[in-house]
């Protein structure tokens, strides 16, 4: 499958405490959730019926579940929990066959991966990869990230790097948002690296499962080949950062778990944000 639909197809293979809220992001941008993945075999036709896999290896995501979407045409990684030595070598195992497969498979049709993480899970994939630079992060062997104090230019390189190295496309999420585009992949004249520093929201920070629900966003808002396009991945993030501003703006919340309700009623109006 490929390319634009209007309502794609987005399998969700999420972690436990994520998964129903990824399930009505999706709902509410307009695409449709499937949830098979209970089964090496579920798993694989699920993907093969899909226009978009979204792989989050927080619990209970076992690597045979992984393993069984290595060949889907476009998957959104999240590699939650990477720090830890046992996880990372899973995600590190499953990052290098997905590249292989794609790889592979060049000739007869384009397979999209982009790896969408915090500063600490890039930071952790940066080591695992031996990549030669950092983005000033702290690893955490948790959800949660810390922000660090790397130039910009000293953030992309190491991006870039890393990018390369996955055949991926990366994006790491914080109070600015970093996407990059393997150079070996760049098309002549599209930027390879795009940054969104405008609307920086901390409560997206306070419910657990925000970074979770951005990778199910991206999978759902982003078609086909856009997933290989560093300025439509940014675009996409930049719209998931203003619905979420302006629900603070306009506060009709009273706290995380209002904030909530209402950041997935806002998400349901993305086409006023088009």
């Known amino acids: 499958m490929d390319d634009a639909r209007a309502s794609p197809k987005v399998q969700l293979i999420m972690n436990a405490c994520s998964a129903s809220k990824a399930a009505d992001v999706v709902l509410a941008v307009g695409a449709k959730p499937c949830m098979g993945c209970t089964t090496y075999e579920e798993a694989a036709l699920t993907a093969s019926l899909c226009d978009v896999t979204v792989l989050n290896f927080g619990t209970p995501t076992t690597a045979e579940i992984a393993n069984a979407v290595l060949s889907a045409q476009n998957v959104v990684v999240d590699p939650v929990g ?31 991966t982009v790896v969408k993480g915090n500063r600490s899970e890039i930071e952790a994939l940066i080591e695992l990869f031996a990549v030669n630079g950092s983005v000033g992060a702290n690893l955490s062997v948790t959800p949660e990230s810390s922000d660090g104090d790397c130039a910009e230019k000293d953030v992309f390189d190491a991006l870039n790097q890393l990018s390369e190295k996955l055949g991926a496309m990366i994006v790491m999420t ?89 950041f997935f009623d806002a998400l349901a109006s993305l086409k006023s944000y088009e």
Request: charge should be positive; hydrophobic fraction near 40%; include cysteine.
């Open 174 to 262: 914080g109070s600015v948002d970093y996407v990059t585009t393997p150079r070996s992949t760049r098309v002549d004249g599209a930027p390879g690296n795009e940054a969104v520093h405008e609307f920086d929201a901390p409560i997206l920070q306070k419910f657990s499962g925000a970074g979770c629900c951005l990778g199910a966003f991206l999978a759902a808002t982003v078609p086909g080949s856009g997933l290989a396009n560093a300025r439509a991945l940014r675009a996409s993030c930049l719209v998931y950062r203003r619905i979420a501003t302006d629900v603070v703006r306009l506060g009709n919340f009273s706290g995380p778990a209002s904030f909530q309700v209402a």
């Open 82 to 112: 990477c720090g830890l030595e046992t996880r990372g070598r899973t995600v590190k195992e499953w990052l290098e066959r997905r590249g292989a497969v794609a790889r592979d498979a060049s000739d007869v049709r384009p397979m999209r």
